[in-house]
């Protein structure tokens, strides 16, 4: 299994930034897709999750309203549109793959496979 995250960049506060993760390797219409980030000194933290066909898109607090995620699964790719960017949001994203369930679908420990990570660094 493979996770390609791309699309990390510097931006100032307000702007916006798309993350793109391409996964091979594994089912991925099966797949429950996440991104996690993780700042300098922090523990990894939960961001954004979406289930397999049907399910409801799930957000952390300090993203709702401002973070979009979504799949396309002809392309196998997961996106993670971010828009009025904080400089809060500085870290690490990464994406992850997985087959938690519920209650550990916010924790690192609900995904098996894991992408590389992509720079965000939101300038004030």
């Known amino acids: 299994v493979q996770l390609q995250a791309s699309g990390g960049g510097l931006v100032q506060a307000g702007g916006s930034l798309r993350l793109s993760c391409a996964a091979s390797?594994?089912?991925?219409?099966?797949?429950?897709l996440a991104w996690f980030r993780q700042a300098p000194g922090k523990e990894r933290e939960f961001v954004a999750t979406t289930w397999r066909r049907g399910g409801v898109p799930r957000y952390a607090d300090s993203v709702k309203g401002r973070f979009t995620i979504s799949r396309d699964n002809d392309k196998t790719t997961v996106y993670l549109q971010m828009n009025s960017l904080r400089p809060e949001d500085t870290a690490v994203y990464y994406c992850?793959?997985?087959?938690?369930?519920?209650?550990?679908?916010?924790?690192?420990?609900?995904?098996?496979?894991w992408g590389q990570g992509t720079q965000v660094t939101v300038s004030s």
């Open positions: 390797g594994l089912t991925f219409s099966q797949s429950v």
């Open positions: 992850a793959a997985g087959q938690p369930i519920l209650s550990s679908s916010q924790s690192t420990t609900g995904y098996r496979h």
